[in-house]
């Protein structure tokens, strides 16, 4: 991925901000990045609506629309296969890939998540961060794997619990470091390279 900007493709689900911050990124020649198309899993999201306003392509693919998921995973993954990705990023993208994706993307995906793993995965880890009681939480970047936000942690960021935090308050604190994590972790694995080995991922090749 060194030399040339590297290609990448963003899933996601909703808002979209972590979206925004690659994209306001990779403005910057120098970040070695550029967003090359986006997909979603719904339509009518903010985070679709900030592709098309940076010019990026956009692709949805709704389960719903086909026979299995498998099915469903497959279209995905033809998608994302036509823009020639060298890394895929899933930025809020709230359903779990399967084997068709990641035989094929595996090892080159990258999904962040709101809390620090291995503590709280899935759907909820902001709400089951604040339910437990704990004083410190943050955000996951990890290379996707067959698991729920299990695979190889590329990189973790903190943040403290206030006494008064709701699930909305403290999820939107974690974005705040989670898009900062994101754009210098994607930036580096694009410049830099990244290896996987076991369960540790180190930049550079
Ligand atoms: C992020 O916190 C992500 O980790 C979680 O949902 C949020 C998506 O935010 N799964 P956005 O759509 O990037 O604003």
């Not at 290609?7 to 403005?27: F, P, Y």
């Not at 198309?37 to 949805?60: K, N, Q, S, Y």
Request: a negative charge.
């Amino acid at each position: 991925m060194c030399g040339v900007s590297a290609r990448v493709v963003v899933l996601v689900s909703g808002a979209g901000t972590n979206l925004q911050a690659l994209l306001d990124a990779c403005a910057d020649p120098s970040y070695g990045a550029t967003v090359v198309g986006v997909g979603a899993d719904r339509d009518g999201i903010e985070g679709l609506a900030r592709a098309e306003r940076a010019g990026v392509p956009t692709f949805v693919h709704r389960v719903g629309h086909y026979a299995s998921r498998a099915e469903w995973d497959k279209a995905l993954t033809a998608s994302v296969g036509s823009y020639e990705p060298d890394l895929v990023v899933l930025a809020g993208f709230m359903k779990l890939t399967g084997e068709a994706f990641l035989a094929a993307f595996g090892g080159q995906t990258v999904n962040t998540h709101p809390a620090l793993s291995p503590s709280f995965p899935g759907m909820h880890g902001p709400r089951e961060a604040l339910e437990y009681g704990v004083k410190v939480t943050g955000c996951t970047l990890f290379v996707v794997d067959a698991g729920v936000d299990s695979g190889p942690i590329v990189a973790q960021a903190s943040v403290l619990v206030a006494e008064d935090d709701t699930v909305d308050s403290l999820h939107e604190r974690i974005k705040i470091v989670e898009r900062a994590m994101l754009v210098d972790s994607v930036g580096r694995m694009a410049r830099e390279g990244f290896t996987v080995s076991g369960r540790k991922v180190r930049f550079g090749s």
